[in-house]
């Protein structure tokens, strides 16, 4: 069996990968911050439902980068398969009303986590020869959108990180992708409940995403059939990056 850590694994999208990774056979180390409640009943769900998977549901702030440290020393000398960067921090506001530190702090959990993460990973990957390398980013990233300033920066640093690591490792085996999601059924659309029909209106597939789909694809990019697939990016938004922003 191959090993996955999954960051931000308690729920939502987070939740649905770790669940779609084990039904494919994969044991999953995933981290939580706060959810430690939810954390230990997906894993004994998973556990109940594949006794042969090991499931392990680890704390961690990714915004604490000295614990983020202490967590990938840790993990230097094991082995993992593939990592999946699904933890997120959102922060929206006008760029001229954008407050340093809160945009700092999105940036260190949607970015500098996932680097110090891959770094700690990929020898291990690279000396096996074999190694899937995924990064949760977002639509936001690749159309502007008014407020959305620090968040989509961290998230485009995203795939222009993962773009120059897929060429590095490349011919190591390994592969590095980029997922972008549009609007997801998750508790981070809460805010936007009150204007979710006229937002699921400009969506072509007139509907929001399920977190399934999300993690369909993730754990396919972990699969041997996706092997020749690096260095790209791969919006699942029901058509919003291909539509032009007016319309009639």
Same mark, same amino acid.
């Given at each position: 069996?191959?090993?996955?850590?999954?960051?931000?694994?308690a729920?939502?999208?987070?939740?649905?990968?770790?669940?779609?990774l084990?039904?494919?056979?994969?044991?999953?180390?995933?981290?939580y911050r #706060?959810?430690?409640?939810q +954390?230990?009943? @997906? =894993?004994? *769900?998973?556990?109940a439902?594949?006794?042969?998977?090991?499931?392990? /549901?680890?704390?961690?702030d990714?915004?604490?980068?000295?614990?983020l440290?202490?967590f990938c020393?840790?993990r230097?000398?094991?082995?993992?398969?593939?990592l999946?960067?699904?933890?997120?921090?959102?922060?929206?506001?006008?760029?001229?009303?954008?407050v340093q530190d809160k945009?700092?702090?999105?940036m260190?959990v949607?970015f500098?986590?996932?680097?110090?993460?891959?770094?700690?990973?990929?020898?291990?990957?690279?000396?096996?020869?074999?190694?899937?390398?995924v990064?949760?980013?977002?639509v936001?990233?690749?159309?502007?959108?008014?407020?959305?300033?620090?968040?989509?920066?961290?998230?485009? #640093?995203?795939?222009?990180y +993962?773009?120059? @690591? =897929?060429? *590095?490792?490349?011919?190591?085996?390994v592969?590095?992708?980029v997922? /972008?999601?549009?609007?997801v059924?998750?508790?981070?659309i809460?805010?936007y409940?009150?204007?979710?029909?006229?937002?699921?209106?400009?969506?072509?597939?007139?509907?929001f995403?399920?977190?399934?789909?999300?993690?369909?694809?993730?754990a396919?990019?972990m699969?041997?059939?996706?092997a020749?697939?690096?260095?790209?990016?791969?919006?699942?938004?029901g058509?919003?990056?291909?539509?032009?922003g007016?319309?009639?």
């Open positions: 069996m191959t090993r996955i850590l999954v960051t931000g694994g729920k939502g999208v987070g939740a649905a990968i770790v669940r779609a084990a039904t494919a056979g994969h044991d999953v180390d995933f981290t #706060a959810s430690a409640e +954390a230990q009943a @997906l =894993a004994a *769900e998973i556990a439902s594949y006794p042969d998977r090991h499931i392990t /549901a680890l704390p961690l990714l915004s604490d980068k000295e614990a440290d202490a020393e840790a230097e000398s094991e082995s993992y398969f593939g999946i960067h699904n933890a997120g921090q959102p922060y929206d506001s006008l760029a001229a009303m954008m945009a700092e702090a999105a260190q949607n500098w986590a996932f680097t110090r993460l891959a770094k700690s990973l990929m020898r291990a990957m690279i000396r096996a020869r074999s190694g899937r390398i990064a949760i980013g977002s936001a990233a690749l159309r502007g959108n008014p407020g959305n300033a620090a968040y989509a920066a961290s998230k485009g #640093a995203l795939i222009s +993962a773009k120059t @690591l =897929a060429v *590095e490792t490349g011919k190591r085996g592969t590095v992708n997922i /972008a999601p549009g609007f059924d998750t508790d981070m809460a805010p409940a009150a204007y979710r029909d006229k937002m699921e209106g400009q969506i072509p597939a007139g509907r995403a399920r977190p399934e789909e999300v993690a369909g694809l993730a396919f990019l699969s041997e059939p996706a020749y697939i690096t260095g790209t990016v791969i919006p699942i938004d058509g919003v990056t291909a539509q032009l007016v319309h009639r």
